[in-house]
């Protein structure tokens, strides 16, 4: 997925490549996106990234948070993007080619289906949704949609997994029988003053833990034993 970018904002390039072959920036030479979720990942993953694709513009920035959307247009000098805080207030304004989903969990089945619908391309950060039966209508709505839908699992494109996993699926260390996967993370849990990332650590806005992170280590599991 990845041509430029870094590690953490590993789908934009490939996405970006997807709504150009597509549909050509709508008649023109230029891809247009938009960024749901101006929090760090949209901003230091999508935004950044976005910026560094030759031809691709940010033209629309969606959060419901004034101080996410200030800092988002901070990042910009000319031609900054219009900002919103609704997603389908985005999506009937603007002429698009690409969405990049980078919001909390909670509400990524809503933005995800309502971006299909509109058969744009939508790449949207891991996890996709939180019960399976939004899962099922987000696959549902995949199938039909003339846009291509891309789950944000961006360390199967990290050169260092991609290359342990090959050796693996090569034998190079033998038989697997038993995986032991550990993450470690730093943020702010319960009991804690801050206040923006407490949706990280509820069961109800992200899967908790095990779903919001862990679902790395679930995914390459996965992909190893493959």
Known sequence: FVKTGSVAAVGAPVALSLAGRAFGAQGSNEIRCAVVGAG?????????????VPGARVVAVCDPKQAALDEALAMFDDEKPTPYTHHRELLDEEDLDAVFIASPPLPHR??????????????????????????????????????????GQQLRYATGFRKIAEMIHEGEIGDIGFVRAQRMSNYYGPGTQEQEMRWLWSIEDSGDQLVEQSIHNIDQINWILD
Do not use: F
């Open 40 to 52: 760090g990942r949209g901003r230091r993953a999508h935004i950044a990234s976005i910026s560094n």
């Open 110 to 151: 809503e933005q995800i289906v309502d971006t299909l619908q509109r058969g744009l391309h939508c790449y949207a950060e891991k996890p996709v949704v939180l019960t399976v039966s939004d899962l099922e209508e987000v696959e549902q709505e995949a199938k039909k949609s003339k846009g291509i839908l891309q789950i």
